[in-house]
């Protein structure tokens, strides 16, 4: 049974940092080009970051170059997204997604506000 499940949510000022981290089973994890998406108020769902099976290869969207960094530890079935200067605009829930699976987790809310 396939599982994902986001955590390290919280409520931060603009210009603070935040790691998320997504714990996986019910797959072979080490396998799976894992993302990150995130879904702000009133917009669609969008891609944030992939990171590739090995860990090898990154992306990003632009909104998240040069703030955002996905990492993986497949001993642990996680990965990670470390946010920096975070703005306003990065409010949202944040979730994991193993490609090919079709299976989304209940997300982390992010809240970035004054």
């Known amino acids: 049974q396939v599982q994902l499940v986001e955590s390290g949510g919280v409520s931060v000022q603009p210009g603070g940092s935040l790691r998320l981290s997504c714990r996986a089973s019910?797959?072979?994890?080490?396998?799976?080009?894992m993302s990150w998406y995130r879904r702000a108020p009133g917009k669609e769902r969008e891609l944030v970051a992939t990171?590739?099976?090995?860990?090898?290869?990154?992306t990003y969207a632009d909104s998240a170059k040069g703030r955002f960094t996905i990492s993986r530890d497949n001993a642990k079935n996680t990965i990670y997204l470390q946010m920096n200067s975070l703005k306003p605009e990065d409010t949202a829930v944040y979730y994991c997604?193993?490609?090919?699976?079709?299976?989304w987790g209940q997300g982390t809310q992010v809240t970035v506000s004054s």
């Open positions: 019910g797959f072979t994890f080490y396998r799976y080009t």
């Open positions: 997604n193993a490609h090919g699976i079709d299976y």
């Open positions: 990171i590739t099976n090995a860990g090898i290869r990154t």
